[in-house]
């Protein structure tokens, strides 16, 4: 034994940089390349999906976290709210407090049941409070959409391993699809790997729409699922581009109302001096018609001339109407059709303005000529136009407060309207669902009446995979 010992001390200083360099490698073989080997061999298909945004764990889109979680409540398709992990809520304290009861033997990914403590929307102005059996939302004022904001799914945090030695967050949700792997850039997510039930799903974020459509041709991804424009993809004879039409998004041009210039009168005549789609895409509204609250028959702005030319004329301006108009690459060529719409609207207003008995003052005819000054920027500001002709997005619920009420930072548009305001504020303190619908049709019907935007149609995205 004591000649084994001192054969295996000679050996180890003679060739102790061999047995060190052999530890190492084995260590680098079993940490990086047998998962290599593993993750080659799986049955799981790969599908490499592209994605525009940037993104990190915390705000990961809305598609991708539905994969990984679920929420409280969920959305149905009239966009009605439905308990899912909670059994049942009920509302106290006249809408101030919400007591959610929440569903037993629900699992984490991980194997561990979910408790009222495990629940954590993060809220800045909302008290959470878990007792054994349920959850209490204490809000600062009565807010009826709230039941709505709990279809966001939730997550635990958790960590993995991470090149054998080391361990980095992940995020733990419900359900079968998990995280498996992802790769950052800096701070932002660069690649993201959602292991389903069947497939293996690789996540790529690129910035803008022209750098996804150029690594789809650059094969780095073969799926986009929902991207505004496909470019020259729909010409690709191995490409398939399929439409979809989004009823939750709208193309609209937003007035200033600020500006002196956008009185009601210029904004109705504006208006009405634009054809609608005729494919049944035509908007009505800020409100998804699909929504439980959406107004059928409201106001419409189908074009009409001759009203356009009497609302101008009822009150006509007292400078030119030169006008500029913001929009983005996607929607240039909608907006030089808007242009054409309004020159020739127009030219139709000087010729009534100069053979109309009710303007006495003929110098003013001049100033109905609309020249409009167009601005195509990648990132419009939505501090600093006069028209803007961008896609927005109708929340899950038919809540309006952000956008329209007169007091919100987030008004970008600048729109003041009492009788707005009061239905806003009463819709969004109001329990009872038919009440609410009630509001929110009357709110559409004032909204349409002093238009604050010209809405015009619903908007396609488009999904563009390989054959």
């Known amino acids: 034994m004591r000649r084994f010992y001192w054969y295996l001390t000679a050996y180890a200083k003679k060739h102790g940089w061999i047995l060190v360099g052999s530890l190492v490698g084995a260590i680098i073989v079993f940490s990086l390349f047998i998962p290599l080997m593993v993750d080659k061999i799986t049955f799981k298909k790969k ?105 966001e799914p939730i997550f635990r945090y958790g960590t993995e391993k991470y090149l054998w030695f080391f361990s980095r967050p992940t995020l733990i949700g419900v359900g079968q699809s998990r995280i498996t792997d992802y790769t950052k850039k800096g701070n932002r997510l660069q690649e993201l790997v959602v292991e389903t039930a069947e497939n293996k799903l690789v996540y790529r974020f690129y910035l803008t729409e022209s750098d996804l459509l150029n690594a789809f041709k650059r094969g780095e991804v073969d799926i986009i699922p929902d991207i505004a424009d496909s470019g020259d993809l729909k010409d690709w004879k191995n490409v398939e581009v399929t439409p979809f039409l989004n009823t939750n998004r709208y193309l609209a041009v937003f007035f200033n109302n600020s500006d002196p210039l956008m009185t009601k009168n210029i904004r109705q005549a504006l208006s009405y001096g634009l054809e609608s789609p005729k494919d049944g895409t035509q908007a009505r509204g800020p409100i ?40 983005t690459q996607t929607f240039g060529s909608e907006a030089e059709n808007i242009i054409s719409q309004w020159t020739e609207l127009g030219k139709k207003a000087v ?117």
């Open 47 to 151: 599908q490499y999906i592209g994605m525009i945004g940037s993104f990190t764990l915390n705000t990961l889109p809305t598609n991708i976290k539905n994969q990984l979680s679920v929420g409280l409540t969920q959305i149905t398709e009239t966009k009605e709210v439905q308990p899912y992990l909670a059994q049942r809520w009920v509302v106290e304290d006249d809408g101030k407090q919400y007591r959610f009861v929440l569903k037993k033997d629900i699992l984490w990914q991980d194997g561990k049941e979910i408790t009222p403590e495990d629940i954590n929307y993060q809220f800045v102005d909302v008290e959470t409070i878990a007792t054994p059996n349920d959850i209490v939302f204490k809000l600062p004022d009565s807010f009826s959409p709230f039941p709505s904001v709990l279809s």
């Open 351 to 467: 010729e009534e303005c100069q053979v109309s008995k009710d303007v006495e003052d003929k110098e003013l005819c001049a100033y109905l000529e609309i020249k409009v000054n167009l601005k195509v920027s990648a990132f419009p500001d939505t501090s600093d136009f006069q028209l803007l002709l961008i896609g927005q997005e109708s929340p899950v619920d038919p809540d309006q407060y952000f956008l329209w009420h007169s007091d919100q930072p987030t008004n970008f548009t600048k729109y003041k309207n009492t009788r707005i305001d009061s239905l806003l504020e009463k819709a969004r303190t109001t329990i009872d669902q038919d009440e609410r619908k009630a509001l929110y049709q009357e709110f559409q019907q004032f909204l349409l009446e002093d238009p604050p935007a010209i809405f015009l149609r619903h908007l396609y995205s488009y999904e563009v995979k390989r054959k």
């Open 288 to 327: 998804d018609p699909t929504s439980w609250a959406y107004l059928e028959g409201g106001k419409t702005y189908d074009k009409d001339l001759e009203r356009a030319v009497e609302r101008l004329l009822d009150d006509p301006p007292r400078q030119p109407l030169e006008l500029n108009l913001t929009t």
